[in-house]
């Protein structure tokens, strides 16, 4: 993840949306596999699939982005 998210291995990545601590941040899974799909790296299904894990922990667990 660090080489994405220092463009080393392609530009644009998402920036995290949170950080544990300086040295551990988080991703929005829904947002880069959409990114990877974009760049050819994952199915579409693959971010539908995201896209609804992310929906149903908004709904069961609040917050969610």
Same mark, same amino acid.
């Given at each position: 993840?660090?080489?994405?998210? /220092?463009?080393? &291995?392609? &530009?644009?990545?998402?920036?995290?949306? =949170? %950080?544990?601590?300086?040295?551990?941040?988080?991703?929005?899974? =829904?947002?880069? +596999?959409?990114?990877?799909? %974009? /760049?050819? /790296?994952?199915?579409?299904? =693959?971010? =539908?699939? +995201?896209?609804?894990? /992310? &929906?149903?922990? +908004? %709904?069961?667990?609040?917050?969610? %982005?």
């Amino acid at each position: 993840m660090t080489q994405y998210a /220092k463009g080393q &291995r392609g &530009r644009g990545f998402p920036p995290p949306i =949170a %950080r544990v601590t300086t040295d551990s941040p988080l991703w929005d899974w =829904a947002t880069v +596999a959409n990114w990877f799909c %974009r /760049k050819h /790296k994952l199915p579409p299904d =693959a971010v =539908a699939a +995201a896209e609804t894990v /992310k &929906r149903v922990n +908004a %709904r069961f667990f609040g917050g969610g %982005r």
